[in-house]
T-cell receptor, first 111, second 114 residues
């Protein structure tokens, strides 16, 4: 069973601060995806990273896939209250059918 | 465009009662379909996935079952609910032929078993 561990589990910061969320595994993943979920809704895809060492930017969000394709990070610059939510990483391992999710990082950005 | 409908949004059921949650997808064909359960706003646990009509794979042995009577319809059922079945149930679809395609989720069903 391939596991994804996310840290920290909870993060509460002030508006304008920077933060980094980590997603780690002992297994190699063919790709990793990051989702954001708001209360009472389903997760929504933010990005997919496929190549080891890949860096993708989405406005103030920067995603990185580790060289060995075992880990990923999400960095948010100048966080805003609208960034509040549950951030989930997920990966395709040996099967293209099953997406394994981490337990998520619950981010709260206070105004 | 593709849409996914999941209902009901909330459900309160007594222990021992049956369950039926339904999910339908529009605007695509031959999707992979998934049922996930989420506890207390945390990670998603894969319950079932389907790559075709009547092709269901179970990930976790439990009190639940799934069926796919039509290409774009996925149903989660139970004959007798347990207290531990409470949670947030999410249906999702993804394109079958596209490698690394993302999951598209419905808005979930909040199930409380009393």
């Amino acid at each position: 069973t391939q596991l994804l561990e996310q840290s920290p589990q909870f993060l509460s910061i002030q508006e304008g601060e920077n933060l980094t969320v980590y997603c780690n595994s002992s297994s190699v993943f063919s790709s990793l995806q990051w989702y954001r979920q708001e209360p009472g809704e389903g997760p929504v895809l933010l990005v997919t990273v496929v190549t080891g060492g890949e860096v993708k930017k989405l406005k103030r969000l920067t995603f990185q896939f580790g060289d060995a394709r075992k880990d990923s990070s999400l960095h948010i610059t100048a966080a805003q209250p609208g960034d509040t939510g549950l951030y989930l990483c997920a990966g395709f391992g040996g099967s293209n059918y099953k997406l394994t999710f981490g337990k998520g990082t619950l981010l709260t950005v206070n105004p | 465009s593709q849409t996914i409908h999941q209902w009901p949004a909330t459900l309160v059921q007594p222990v021992g009662s049956p369950l039926s949650l339904e999910c339908t997808v529009e605007g695509t064909s031959n999707p992979n379909l998934y049922w996930y359960r989420q506890a207390a706003g945390r990670g998603l646990q894969l319950l079932f996935y389907s790559i075709g009509i009547d092709q269901i794979s179970s990930e976790v042995p439990q009190n639940l079952s799934a069926s796919r009577p039509q290409d774009r319809q996925f149903i989660l059922s139970s004959k007798k609910l347990l207290l531990s079945d409470s949670g947030f149930y999410l249906c999702a679809w993804r394109e079958r032929q596209v490698y690394n395609s993302p999951l598209h989720f419905g808005n979930g069903t909040r199930l409380t078993v009393t």
